[in-house]
């Protein structure tokens, strides 16, 4: 892999509390899933980033690689991989997720 | 494209005993609400669970007759 864009990547991932790779923007998702797990952070009320990745290939290349996960979008929350809403929709209704995220954002960014 | 028979043969490739149950989520054959119940998901984090079926879709999703599916996982003791 790129070692290059590997080390961007991870400086990207360290540096947003709640980071989603998806297809699209978050004013213009261009795809259904990326726009629901927009709707769904949006729903908990936490800024969030999207990184649009649909054009680019090396770096979703890249991405599959690190998480050994194949699919858009992913999310990472606190510079930890958690998949897709598949994977965060449990957790909310488990109630694992809102400590989670309020533990992010006592802490300062890294 | 690809038929609900078709993702179901590519899951129980590697999960044999996986009951699976299939709808199609946009009428296009290519993204399905899939969930999948399976004693191989035993001691297995959601996050691995859902890694064992995208690598059992694999050649699917890299062709690109499968796009995207919304993924539920089960062990059979929760029903």
């Known amino acids: 892999m790129n070692e290059d864009l590997k080390a961007r990547i991870q400086d990207e991932i360290e540096n947003h509390k709640i980071l989603v790779y998806g297809k699209g923007t978050k004013d213009a998702p261009r795809c259904g899933f990326t726009m629901e797990t927009i709707a769904f952070f949006n729903q908990l009320g936490y800024p969030f980033e999207v990184v649009d990745v649909l054009e680019d290939m090396p770096k979703r290349q890249a991405l599959s690689e690190i998480t050994d996960w194949p699919t858009l979008p992913k999310v990472f929350i606190n510079g930890t991989f958690y998949g897709d809403t598949d994977i965060l929709e449990p957790m909310l209704e488990r109630g694992e997720l809102q400590p989670l995220l309020e533990s992010t954002f006592k802490t300062p960014a890294r | ?79």
Do not use: C, N, W
């Open chain 2, 1 to 79: 494209m690809i038929t609900p028979v078709e993702l179901t043969a590519l899951i129980r490739r590697a999960l044999p005993d996986a009951h699976v149950e299939i709808s199609d989520r946009t009428g296009t054959h290519d993204h399905y609400d899939v969930k999948v119940i399976s004693k191989g998901f035993a001691g297995l984090a959601p996050l691995d669970r859902h890694r064992l079926v995208y690598k059992a879709l694999d050649e699917a999703l890299k062709d690109g007759r499968l796009h995207a599916i919304e993924l539920t996982t089960q062990t059979p003791d929760v029903m």
